[in-house]
């Protein structure tokens, strides 16, 4: 016969009934890491009432961050090279008779009186003509007196039209004399100088430099690229800071523009551009205490302010 096969008694079912309970309750699952900020935890370590003040506080914060982004402006500016220049009109000084240069006695951006030197001629060949002349003079008019006292009436109106037209040519060229010096039509500044030394041959007519009268008003002469002219119009509202007077410690001087050439202009150094003038509200600055006057010539970068953003835009 086969052997018994042991049997469980009930002391070992409840042994094992005691395990499984015990091994249950010291069981427990895994808890989650806890990857929160440590501001989340203080949040979650408040009162009520605290974490709701924070809130408000953070909200606060947002709302009034939206509004000054809202109502706070920034000026959209277009910026541009410039020089003062005068108002309408300037004199242009010319070279009465040929000759060559012997001296510059200026620069651009000078302020001249009235009959101030420019530039001076060589007049040597002049100073020459002029003395034969005159030595022709004074020996046609000792035989004039000597044909008048003994001689035949012919010779003498010969001799007196000799003696009338070496004046006419001794004042002929007295005049082209006093032209070798070529002076300033009026008081101002040099604003452009077209003969840059000596040596240089001019001819008769052709251009020395240009004068800006003293009491002319002053314009700032603008040259706006071609991608931004479509934004630039007359009234727009412009700050002017001169290259002379750096503008962190002088400021600006605020103008307005006034005019915006039709057609666009080509330089090898800029390319195509546009001219605009703009009319500055002062003729004069403040430097280290004292007012200086402004004066044509003077470079400087041109703010047009074509119009004014709210931060939030920008952002946006």
Do not use: C
């Not at 035949?152 to 009338?164: F, G, N, Y």
């Not at 500044?189 to 004068?211: K, N, P």
Request: net charge negative; proline share 6%; charged share 20%.
């Amino acid at each position: 016969m086969s052997a018994p096969l042991p049997q469980h008694t009930d002391d070992t079912n409840d042994s094992d009934a005691a395990d499984l309970a015990a091994l249950g309750k010291s069981w427990a699952p895994p808890q989650a890491v806890d990857t929160s900020p440590e501001v989340s935890d203080v949040i979650a370590t408040m009162p009520w009432w605290a974490a709701r003040g924070l809130l408000y506080i953070i909200l606060g914060f947002v709302v009034a961050a939206f509004t000054w982004a809202w109502l706070s402006k920034i000026d959209v500016v277009i910026e541009a090279r410039g020089k003062l220049v005068p108002e309408g009109y300037v004199k242009l000084v010319q070279a009465a008779s040929p000759g060559t240069v012997q001296g510059v006695l200026v620069r651009e951006g000078e302020t001249v009186a009235q009959g101030q030197p420019l530039v001076q001629l060589d007049a040597t060949e002049m100073r020459a003509r002029l003395a034969r002349l005159r030595e022709e003079l004074t020996a046609s008019q000792q035989q004039l007196r000597q044909l008048m006292s003994a001689g035949p009436v012919t010779e003498t109106l010969e001799q007196k039209s000799r003696i009338a037209r070496l004046q006419s040519e001794i004042a002929a060229t007295e005049l082209g004399l006093r032209q070798t010096t070529i002076t300033s039509p009026a008081a101002g500044v040099v604003t452009s100088l077209d003969v840059r030394g000596g040596g240089e041959v001019l001819q008769a007519g052709q251009s020395v430099a240009s004068i800006a009268p003293a009491d002319a008003p002053l314009m700032v002469e603008a040259h706006v690229s071609n991608r931004d002219i479509a934004f630039v119009e007359p009234g727009l509202a412009v700050k002017l800071k001169l290259d002379a007077f750096p503008y962190q410690d002088y400021g600006a001087v605020e103008g307005t523009v006034s005019e915006v050439a039709p057609d666009a202009q080509t330089d090898k150094d800029e390319g195509s551009f546009y001219k605009v003038l703009i009319k500055p509200r002062r003729r004069d600055i403040v430097a280290k205490g004292k007012t200086v006057p402004l004066r044509p010539g003077l470079a400087l970068s041109a703010s047009i302010i074509t119009e004014r953003k709210s931060v939030l835009k920008l952002l946006f």
